[in-house]
């Protein structure tokens, strides 16, 4: 339960609707057992009237509420037994109505209130996320954030809604009607709820044997969401592996775990609220029972009419009663989820804005000083002492094999990632005292892993901006040497791409993510690798634009290729996080080291793909 207290914020946010909604839980059961009383008055009326057979008045008056005894007093004037009746039963139907209308003002407020509740609380989870570091995403799947952040939720809602709504209703019918029973005789009060501790102890076991099942669910569904959205998002693999059997076994595996233990959970819902059914059940009987053996005997002042009145009150009691397991598992069920939940909202980002961060514009000055970083999720160490200066408008190729910590200096540079040792300097400032936000926005990266949104291509382009021109959409694309291309789609720039650009060919979707960077127009651009899924001749394309566009930036190329037809200031060859050959092309090969076997091997490659 200590869980649920994080949600205490939005309960005070939303303390008027909460406030509100109480107070008509309150009056629509208040007028609910108003009801009771007024039948028993009649009851009682008629059987005085007819004098039927075995009445006797009782020794005192019964003490009434303050309203249904100023109803009764208004009807003592009536001879007529049968307008009393018509006046009792229309009186009745009123508070029946009313009660209904104070019901659904009820829902209004305190249903509205979680819906609100749950619209901010996503909005929290979700904005926790975008604070989160690359190291979180490659430790968490995907599959379990957005169970987090649906299901989990929707079960917290519950919570703050149905369950508020039914304890506030129980605590209410409960207070009043034992009020008034006591009123009328404690001693059969006594009686009729003597099975009430009973209950208590069985929820209170019962309660839990299902949070513990709860969170077992949860965390199967976790898995299994998982399971499908890997599915969904690799089909194109599974299908050309002829795998399909495999996935589904996996899957089928994840739901039968999950099917277990909601079984398991069902099982003991359905022993329990049948078992709270039979305790109101015994409550009616005794009330029965105990009470016309009263009145047979003549003891207590106990008639008809006070036994209708308690059976009555014991029928009002009976949903509200049974909803204790109801309302109890709703808890359980939305602690589990909400321990779920606070375990990712207090996970602190390791990346993140230092005490008395500086906004400077980039000019494009680069510094790394002795700098080591291991991947604090596998343990393996990227880089090994690395030293490198970079002058603002310098071009330089990253070139290296795979592995060899050629991307992770790319992620350093957006401080994906944070140094492990020594430092890295933007024009002269360590780039961890910079706005990290200011800093990634002056910064264009295309990543080796292209991603795409499921949005129109110009949205894809313009993306890192707040507003795209369409014009520099195109100038973008252009300069990408994709503008042909799009031009040629069934929309041109107001083209749907499919999810993570599935729609498109792999040298499209670089090309526009390319076209998504020069839009930018930054003084510092990090290209990861970026034209491995085009042809020559594109390629040629792209990097003849790319000089011109490139001439007064500062700008990282990392590649496995070696582009001689770019003219770099600087090729650094990497192997196993440390610098092993650098300088321009001509003093590279004039070397006879690694880059010239390299560039030999690839001259090689290209005159065979040539014939």
């Not at 024009?427 to 292209?450: F, T």
């Not at 994709?482 to 789609?489: L, S, T």
Request: hydrophobic residues 40%.
């Amino acid at each position: 339960m200590k869980q649920l207290k994080a949600l205490n914020k939005y309960f005070w946010k939303y303390r008027n609707r909460l406030g509100v909604g109480v107070v008509f839980v309150f009056l629509s059961n208040y007028l609910g057992v108003l009801s009771p009383q007024v039948t028993g008055f009649v009851i009682d009326f008629v059987q005085n009237k007819l004098d039927l057979p075995g009445y006797k008045a009782p020794e005192r008056t019964p003490e009434y509420d303050v309203l249904v005894q100023k109803f009764i007093d208004s009807v003592q004037g009536i001879s007529s037994t049968g307008r009393v009746v018509a006046l009792c039963g229309i009186t009745i139907l009123i508070l029946a109505l009313i009660r209904g209308f104070f019901l659904f003002l009820m829902r209004q407020t305190i249903i509205v209130m979680s819906r609100h509740i749950e619209y901010d609380q996503k909005n929290e989870i979700y904005g926790h996320y975008q604070k989160l570091d690359t190291a979180f995403y490659k430790q968490n799947s995907t599959g379990d954030l957005m169970n987090r952040i649906t299901e989990d939720v929707s079960r917290v809602r519950m919570f703050t809604g149905p369950a508020i709504m039914y304890l506030a209703n129980l605590v209410a019918i409960i207070s009043l009607s034992v009020f008034f029973m006591l009123k009328r005789d404690a001693e059969l009060t006594m009686y009729v709820l003597a099975p009430l501790p009973i209950l208590a102890i069985t929820i209170y076991f019962v309660n839990n044997t299902i949070n513990r099942k709860s969170e077992k669910i949860q965390e199967a569904l976790s898995n299994l969401t998982t399971n499908a959205q890997e599915s969904y998002s690799g089909i194109r693999v599974i299908k050309s592996f002829v795998q399909e059997k495999a996935m589904l076994g996996f899957f089928t595996n994840n739901s039968e775990a999950y099917k277990k233990n909601a079984i398991g959970l069902a099982k003991v819902e359905a022993v329990y609220f049948p078992s709270i059914t039979l305790l109101i059940g015994i409550s009616t009987l005794l009330t029965i029972m105990i009470g016309g053996l009263y009145y047979i005997n003549g003891g207590h002042n106990i008639g008809i009419n006070t036994i209708v009145e308690f059976v009555m009150y014991i029928n009002m009691l009976t949903f509200p009663v049974s909803a204790i397991g109801l309302t109890a598992s709703m808890i359980q069920r939305a602690a589990a989820s909400q321990k779920r939940i606070n375990e990712f909202l207090k996970t602190e980002p390791a990346i993140k804005n230092n005490p008395g961060s500086s906004v400077i514009k980039l000019k494009g000055n680069i510094a790394f000083d002795n700098v080591g970083f291991t991947y604090p999720h596998n343990g393996i160490e990227a880089l090994k002492k690395f030293n490198l200066s970079i002058k603002s408008g310098e071009k330089v190729a990253i070139i290296g094999k795979t592995g060899s910590g050629k991307s992770t200096l790319g992620q350093l540079l957006l401080r994906m990632y944070d140094v492990t040792e020594g430092e890295i300097k933007l024009d002269g400032k360590n780039i961890q005292e910079l706005d990290l936000s200011r800093l990634r926005e002056q910064i264009s990266y295309v990543p080796q892993d292209i991603f795409l949104f499921s949005e129109t291509v110009s949205n894809n382009i313009g993306f890192g901006l707040d507003t795209a021109i369409f014009d520099n959409v195109k100038l973008a694309a252009k300069q990408a040497s994709v503008e042909r291309e799009i031009e040629g789609f069934s929309n041109q720039y107001d083209t749907m791409v499919g999810e993570r650009g599935v729609t498109l060919s792999g040298g499209q979707k670089q090309r526009i993510s390319i076209a998504r960077a020069l839009i930018k127009d930054p003084n510092l651009v990090i290209f990861d690798d970026c034209l491995s899924a085009v042809d020559a001749r594109t390629e040629q394309e792209i990097i003849n634009s790319l000089n011109q566009y490139l001439e007064a930036k500062t700008a990282i190329i990392i590649t496995h290729r070696i582009f001689s037809l770019f003219n770099f200031d600087k090729i650094i060859v990497l192997e196993d996080g440390a610098i092993i050959e650098q300088g321009t092309h001509v003093e590279l090969l004039g070397r006879n080291g690694h880059y010239a076997k390299l560039f030999a091997r690839q001259q090689e490659q290209d005159m065979k793909q040539g014939n």
